[in-house]
Structures are given as structure tokens and as C-alpha cells.
């Protein structure tokens, strides 16, 4: 019989524990769920926890996120099932180019026919159909190839430029670490004749195998991953938000917070800015954490 250490004990446990978080979130990102109008014109159309929104203007629609390959029927269904027609979509975004959040792009530009911009870091990715990414571009022994089909670009964004269409502006913030082209989103929308500032959070969260710095040999994932993870949680801790959103519906509590509009909650669910001010401090914390340990060989 083999003996493991209590440190060994903790590993295995938490491996466990991980895989289960995995399958229950694999489950979340491809789970339907009725789509909600979430502020103005702006709509939730994504599954359970894989988020997708529609943003809807007299000239045509925005996308963001199109996840999945096999997502792109249920975002259809969900864009229909509002009332609107999937062929309006004019413009197709994403937050970061990750197979969850951008497989889908080369289908949703074929039946649309929108335009594919995204955030000047993550052009090669995308083009590349996911071989170009730092992480998951080329299997190791803790993770597999991400491959899905390629997407052409069809406007290269820098941090800080404005996407308009119909009278909407949306600006892409450069928020890198994730993947290097991370991008976060804002917008401003009108409820209850309230403006409110809507933040869409790109992605804040350090991978497993990530490695953020060089030791031992080995490099860091990229140069420079743990200064561009440093300047993220900056930008995002002054950034105005009133209705907290990202592109996991875990990132801001959706399923609770539909619970809460479910049970006939009268204020509007989606504004959170003490929410998000208290998931960036955690995420921020998560992240010196890891980078201490790293640092430090633990």
C-alpha cells in the first residue's frame, strides 16, 4: 500500500475537488436558460453559465461571445426566443479568445455575415484557430490542445477604442493575463430612465498551469503575464460600474440573482457595484496569493 503525506493527502483532494468543480461548470457552459433583458437593449442570450449578450440598435445587433461551436443554435434559439432575428447581428465581439467564449465565431460569422472585431493581442489566436495561444495552444502533460475552427478578423482593436453601431458605443479595455488580448467592455444603458454604467468583465481569473514567473528553468507563460495581471485589476478597480456582468454567469452571481428577479424582486437585480468592487479585491487577492507561491516555490 502507498503512504501519502499529509501534503500529498491535500493534493490529491483538491484534484478531486477541481474535477468535480469542472464537470458541474463543463455542465453550466452548455445547460439552455431562458434569455432576460438585463438594462435597456442590452440581453443576456448565453447558457447557464457561458455568458453571451445581445445588444440590439435600429442599424442592427451586437454579439458578444459567440463560446462554444455547439453554442451557437442555443444562442440563436435565445436571440429568437426574445423576439429578435439572429441575421440582424452585425457585430461580433468576445472577451477573450479562449474555446469557451470565441469556437463559435467562424459559424456565427457565416450565418450572420457580422464583423469580427477583436482586441489586437488576440488577433492571432483567433486566426489561428486557438494554436496560437500561450496556454492551450500546444498539449502538455496537464493539458490538452485547444483547436477549433479559425475566424477572420475583421477589425483589429486597441485598448481604449470605441465600437458604435446604432447609437450604442462600446469600449474595449485592454485587460490582459488571462490571455494577452483579454478584453473587458463597457457601456452605458438606460433603466427606469436611470444611466447606468455597465461593466463586462473579460476574465480576472489566474488558470491552473499558468506560470507567472520564470523559475527553475522554466519561463513564465509569457513575458510579462504577471505585470499585465497587476495592471488588469487596476484598470478594473476604477472603472465606473453599475450593472456588474462578465463572461461567466459565476463571475457575478447570475443564477442567484435571477432567483432574487424570479421571486419578484422590484429594484433591478443587475445592478451590483459593491459586488463588483468585492469580486476584483478577491480576485486581485487570489492572484498575489498565487504569485507568492510561486515566487516562492511552494
Known amino acids: 500500500m502507498i503512504k501519502l503525506g499529509v501534503r500529498n493527502w491535500?493534493?490529491?483532494?483538491?484534484?478531486?475537488?477541481?474535477?468535480?468543480?469542472?464537470?458541474?461548470?463543463s455542465s453550466d457552459m452548455?445547460?439552455?436558460?431562458?434569455p432576460f433583458r438585463i438594462a435597456g437593449n442590452l440581453y443576456y442570450v448565453g447558457s447557464k453559465d457561458l455568458a453571451s449578450y445581445l445588444i440590439v440598435t435600429p442599424q442592427g445587433d451586437i454579439l458578444i461571445n459567440s463560446s462554444f461551436e455547439t453554442s451557437v443554435p442555443l444562442i440563436r434559439n435565445s436571440v429568437e426566443k426574445l423576439g429578435f432575428r439572429f441575421a440582424d447581428i452585425r457585430i461580433l465581439l468576445i472577451s477573450h479568445a479562449h474555446v469557451d467564449h470565441d469556437a463559435g465565431s467562424a459559424a456565427v460569422k457565416r450565418l450572420t455575415g457580422a464583423k469580427y472585431m477583436v482586441m489586437d493581442a488576440d488577433v492571432p489566436v483567433v486566426e489561428s484557430g486557438g494554436a496560437k495561444d500561450f496556454a492551450y495552444g500546444v498539449a502538455t502533460p496537464t493539458s490538452s490542445a485547444s483547436r477549433y475552427p479559425p475566424a477572420k478578423v475583421d477589425?483589429?482593436?486597441?485598448?481604449g477604442e470605441e465600437v458604435r453601431l446604432g447609437g450604442m458605443v462600446l469600449v474595449a479595455h485592454k485587460t490582459?493575463?488571462?490571455?494577452r488580448g483579454c478584453t473587458t467592455w463597457t457601456l452605458r444603458e438606460t433603466?427606469?430612465?436611470?444611466?447606468?454604467?455597465?461593466?463586462?468583465?473579460?476574465?480576472?481569473?489566474?488558470?491552473?498551469?499558468?506560470?507567472l514567473v520564470d523559475r527553475s528553468g522554466q519561463l513564465a507563460s509569457y513575458p510579462g503575464i504577471a505585470q499585465d495581471y497587476q495592471r488588469t485589476y487596476s484598470v478594473l478597480k476604477n472603472l465606473?460600474?453599475?450593472?456588474?456582468?462578465?463572461?461567466?454567469?459565476q463571475y457575478f452571481d447570475m443564477l442567484a440573482k435571477l432567483k432574487r428577479?424570479?421571486?419578484?424582486?422590484?429594484?433591478?437585480?443587475w445592478v451590483d457595484p459593491q459586488g463588483y468592487q468585492a469580486a476584483v479585491a478577491e480576485r486581485k487577492a487570489a492572484?498575489?496569493?498565487?504569485?507568492?507561491?510561486?515566487?516562492?516555490?511552494i
Open 10 to 25: 491535500v493534493a490529491l483532494g483538491m484534484l478531486l475537488l477541481v474535477g468535480q468543480l469542472h464537470a458541474q461548470a
Open 30 to 34: 452548455t445547460t439552455p436558460i431562458d
Open 155 to 159: 477589425r483589429v482593436l486597441h485598448d
Open 176 to 179: 490582459p493575463g488571462h490571455t
Open 191 to 211: 433603466d427606469r430612465g436611470r444611466n447606468l454604467n455597465v461593466v463586462i468583465v473579460g476574465s480576472w481569473n489566474v488558470n491552473p498551469g499558468f506560470r
Open 240 to 249: 465606473p460600474c453599475d450593472v456588474f456582468l462578465g463572461a461567466h454567469g
Open 261 to 269: 428577479l424570479q421571486a419578484g424582486a422590484t429594484e433591478n437585480v
Open 287 to 297: 492572484f498575489e496569493a498565487e504569485l507568492m507561491r510561486q515566487e516562492h516555490g
